[in-house]
């Protein structure tokens, strides 16, 4: 009587979701070294040097990141941004430049990554969450509807099997009333053949 439904249990994985995630997080640093590192190779060989561009290149390069990977994405690329610009070490105050000159001048641009990591980041992580939860809410719809349609498919085969049963029995009653009916009775034969028996 047990219908076993492990073919379609095993046709939805539960750790598809972690390895998805697991394989953006690795797909996300990979394409923050190449973008980052391929950007860094142009400014330090002067084929296109960041002072030409009015918004400092790795901005965009963050924005990037954090749209397409969200919070996690966009906060490593910022780091190593920053750390692509301050590795080898602060610029040098001037004398006469002021503490707030420097501070901008410093930390304006990393301050600007990190910002800007952070409101697409959670934004994007947000939707993607929304979005793995209605997955979720499908494969576990699909996963009702499959046991649904097994059970359905075995109440019908047993439906099928009780009416040729209940159609063998009425047709072995009929031809036992026609035996019946059909056999001759004491009552129908003529009072002389009754009393000559």
């Known amino acids: 009587m047990s219908n076993d439904n492990t073919e379609i249990a095993a046709g939805y994985p539960e750790d598809i979701g972690s390895e998805m995630l697991r394989r953006s997080d690795r797909l996300a640093i990979a394409e923050g ?39 996690y994405g966009g906060i490593l690329t910022a780091l190593g941004a ?17 503490y707030a000159q420097y501070f901008r001048l410093v930390w304006a641009d990393t301050l600007s990554w990190v910002v800007a990591a952070l409101m697409l980041g959670l934004v994007t992580t947000r939707r993607s969450r929304v979005f793995k939860e209605q997955t979720q809410r499908l494969r576990e719809a699909a996963l009702a509807e499959a046991l649904i349609a097994g059970q359905y498919q075995v109440l019908a085969q047993r ?17 036992d009333s026609t035996k019946l009916n059909t056999a001759p009775s004491l009552k129908r034969l003529p009072r002389a053949a009754q009393t000559s028996g």
Do not use: C, W
Request: proline share 5%; charged share 10%; net charge positive.
């Open 82 to 98: 920053a750390v692509l610009v301050h590795g080898g070490g602060l610029p040098v105050r001037t004398i006469d430049m002021t």
């Open 159 to 175: 439906t099928h099997l009780l009416e040729r049963s209940l159609a063998a029995r009425k047709e072995a009653n009929a031809a």
């Open 33 to 71: 070294v190449i973008l980052l590192g391929g950007l860094a190779l142009l400014n330090y060989s002067g084929i296109v040097p960041f002072s030409v561009f009015p918004v400092h290149p790795y901005l965009f390069v963050v924005i990037l990141l954090s749209a397409q990977y969200g919070l």
